[in-house]
């Protein structure tokens, strides 16, 4: 599975677009890209995943540049709810590689 | 609500207790696995199992010893564990296992403390 390199934190404005980056340059071709968060201390939560388009839901979007080489996880209003640690993943197989994630703070 | 479920949410357990963490999915999936996480760190794989039989064991000691009696419930007996196996256990569940593309779906955890 590729590597994926994230911020450590950020900070969003109540009401804003959060703009979660992530890079995984050494991604192949049949790798998915997964996103999900962890508020504290509960189980991981799905947002969606993609491999080539980009992606939206009712959470959020996922643009995928062309090259593959990086993504943006889109938040597009963001509430004090969307406080957590939102983790990129590549994956291929069965097998979801969790790293350190994003901890995104949503402020007032 | 995920679909997933997890029982006990928390534990205390003595060094040389026996307890079971059980896990429950109610999305008709094939494929469980167990997750630990400790304090401050990524969660880490421990098992899979698909259409209840182990496909993945990821080098856990053998004071942790899971079963899937079905492809609904899957179980994690602990017995004589250390201190240092105190952590979030987590449960998840996929449709299958062997495609990139398939979500898991993730229980709310057991929260683990080994005294």
């Known amino acids: 599975d590729a590597k994926t390199t994230q911020p450590t934190s950020m900070d969003c404005a109540e009401g804003r677009a959060a703009n979660l980056p992530c890079n995984h340059s050494?991604?192949?071709?049949?790798?998915?890209v997964y996103w999900y968060r962890q508020i504290h201390s509960q189980g991981p939560q799905y947002i969606i995943h993609?491999?080539?388009n980009n992606e939206t839901n009712e959470m959020a979007s996922l643009i995928i540049t062309e090259d593959r080489k990086s993504s943006t996880l889109i938040l597009p209003h963001a509430t004090l709810r969307d406080t957590a640690v939102y983790y990129c993943?590549?994956?291929?197989?069965?097998?979801?590689?969790f790293g350190q994630g994003t901890e995104l703070s949503v402020k007032p | 609500e995920t679909g997933v479920t997890q029982t006990p949410r928390h534990l205390v357990m003595g060094m040389t207790n026996k307890k079971s963490l059980k896990c429950e999915q109610h999305?008709?999936?094939?494929?469980m696995y167990w997750y630990k996480q400790s304090a401050k760190k990524p969660l880490e794989l421990m098992f899979v199992?698909?259409?209840?039989?182990?496909?993945e064991n990821n080098s856990v000691p053998s004071r942790f010893s899971p079963e899937c009696p079905n492809s609904s419930h899957l179980f994690l007996h602990l017995h004589t564990l250390q201190p240092e196996d105190s952590a979030l256990y987590l449960c998840?569940?996929?449709?299958?296992?062997?495609?990139?593309?398939?979500?898991?779906?993730f229980g709310p955890g057991t929260r683990l403390l080994v005294l």
């Open positions: 998840a569940s996929s449709l299958g296992s062997g495609g990139a593309g398939e979500t898991q779906y």
């Open positions: 050494t991604i192949s071709g049949n790798e998915y």
């Open positions: 199992y698909s259409l209840e039989e182990r496909v």
């Open positions: 999305l008709g999936h094939n494929a």
């Open positions: 993609g491999l080539k």
């Open positions: 993943i590549a994956r291929v197989g069965g097998k979801l590689i």
